[in-house]
């Protein structure tokens, strides 16, 4: 079964700053998916990036961006130019690629509480 | 864009009554959706993946004959809390995805208060 681990219960940063989120995922596959959703207190989930795994390049949204090693089994999120809006839980999770898309689910980590100081 | 919309919101019952929860796809066809429950401070856990037209699987430790799951059709998943008591009060959100699709679509989710 895939695990799914976030080590950083909380994180704060400086409005303007650049904050890091760190994920890793232990898993026997060799294809999947990486998400990053943020929840904020409206508890609507909402995605922030997604990874393939058979992609190297590091995906990128605006702000934000991930640094994937698959070899280690990382996947942090890279928030730039940290806004107040940024504030929210973020989940990473992951997702098998064995089957049609719609079949598998996702497996969550706990999750980094992330606060925006202004 | 695709929307999965869950109905309701908010709901207060009493205790040993039952409740039900939806979760619609409003502009797709999703074979399968999954129910996820959220304790506060805590992430999503799996409870069932919901298949059209057969019965759900329910992840170990989540009780079947008390989280009832019906995929009546490919639009329409409906979740029902039986025999309700206050532990099972919490947050309870659905996801789906097109059958053809690569994204991932969530409901609003629907806060359960058992009184």
């Known amino acids: 079964a895939q695990t799914v681990t976030q080590s950083q219960p909380e994180m704060s940063v400086q409005e303007a700053e650049t904050v890091t989120l760190s994920c890793t995922y232990d898993t026997s596959e060799s294809d999947y998916y990486l998400f990053w959703y943020k929840q904020p207190p409206s508890r609507q989930m909402i995605l922030v990036i997604r990874?393939?795994?058979?992609?190297?390049q590091n995906a990128t949204e605006n702000r934000f961006s991930v640094n994937f090693q698959k070899a280690a089994k990382s996947f942090s999120l890279k928030i730039s130019d940290s806004q107040l809006g940024d504030a929210a839980m973020y989940f990473c999770?992951?997702?098998?690629?064995?089957?049609?898309?719609?079949?598998?689910?996702?497996?969550f980590g706990t999750g980094t509480r992330l606060t925006i100081i202004p | 864009g695709a929307v999965v919309s869950q109905h309701p919101s908010w709901v207060i019952c009493k205790s040993g009554t039952s409740v039900k929860i939806e979760c619609r796809s409003l502009?797709?066809?999703?074979?399968?959706m999954f129910w996820y429950r959220q304790f506060p401070k805590q992430s999503l856990m799996l409870m069932a993946t919901s298949n059209e037209g057969s019965k759900a699987t329910y992840e170990q430790g989540v009780e079947k004959d008390k989280f009832l799951i019906n995929h009546a059709s490919l639009t329409l998943s409906t979740l029902t809390v039986t025999s309700a008591h206050p532990e099972d009060s919490s947050f309870y959100i659905c996801s789906a995805s097109p059958f053809s699709g690569n994204t991932i679509y969530f409901g609003e989710g629907s806060w359960l208060t058992v009184v």
């Open positions: 990874q393939e795994a058979y992609k190297q």
């Open positions: 999770a992951y997702r098998s690629r064995r089957s049609n898309f719609g079949n598998e689910k996702l497996t």
């Open positions: 502009d797709f066809q999703a074979t399968t």
